[in-house]
């Protein structure tokens, strides 16, 4: 199994303040996506990202992919209430299709006014 | 338009019980995915379906789950002799083709008292 760590696991932040989780591999991926999900509801895809050192920006949020594709981070500038939510990085896997999704344990993240 | 959507959204059963649960995928989607999130974790992959065969059930955790796809379109997961261990959140995904872009139901939440 290809293992995706998240860190931190946990994060509580007043609004306003600025933020990074991080998604970790020692495995190559093809590509990584960014979902959130919010109680109650299923994961929404926020980005993909494909290429080695690739940048991609979402209103206040900055997604990067790592160099070597291994690793992925997301910021958010001026977090807002409405940013709360478990942010879950996932990869392809090397299951026998390779479609499924491959998911990190996620960042929950709590944004207080 | 209608999004993925999944019955019962909360499933309470005795051990040993059997329970069958149900997703309807979005129209047109040809692949499906079932996922089991535990409380804490990310989903995990239990079974593809891309059309109506089971293109990858490399994730199915015994021979107590099995799942059918019998028209190319709604999907049952079953579950027999349920244990405790089986307690999560059920997910299912569907693509319009395998490779693309997932969209998540909201989930059943299966409990086994």
């Known amino acids: 199994t290809q293992l995706l760590e998240q860190s931190p696991q946990f994060l509580s932040i007043q609004e306003g303040e600025n933020l990074t989780v991080y998604c970790n591999s020692s495995s190559v991926f093809s590509s990584l996506q960014w979902y959130r999900q919010e109680p109650g509801e299923g994961p929404v895809l926020l980005v993909t990202?494909?290429?080695?050192?690739e940048v991609k920006k979402l209103k206040r949020l900055t997604f990067q992919f790592g160099d070597a594709r291994k690793d992925s981070s997301l910021h958010i500038t001026a977090a807002q209430p409405g940013d709360t939510g478990l942010y879950l990085c996932a990869g392809r896997s090397n299951s026998n299709s390779g479609y499924a999704l491959n998911f990190g344990k996620g960042t929950s993240l709590l944004v207080t006014p | 338009g209608a999004g993925v959507s999944q019955t019962p959204s909360n499933k309470v059963t005795e051990k040993g019980k059997y329970v069958e649960l149900r997703c309807d995928p979005i129209s047109g989607h040809t692949a499906l995915y079932w996922y089991r999130q535990s409380l804490g974790q990310g989903p995990e992959f239990l079974i593809y379906f891309q059309g109506t065969g089971a293109a990858d059930d490399s994730g199915l955790p015994n021979d107590r789950f099995f799942a059918v796809r019998p028209e190319g379109s709604v999907s049952t997961l079953k579950i027999q002799r349920t244990e405790r261990g089986d307690s999560a959140v059920y997910l299912c995904a569907s693509s319009f083709s395998s490779g693309d872009t997932q969209y998540f139901g909201p989930g059943t939440r299966l409990t086994v008292l």
């Open positions: 990202v494909v290429t080695g050192g």
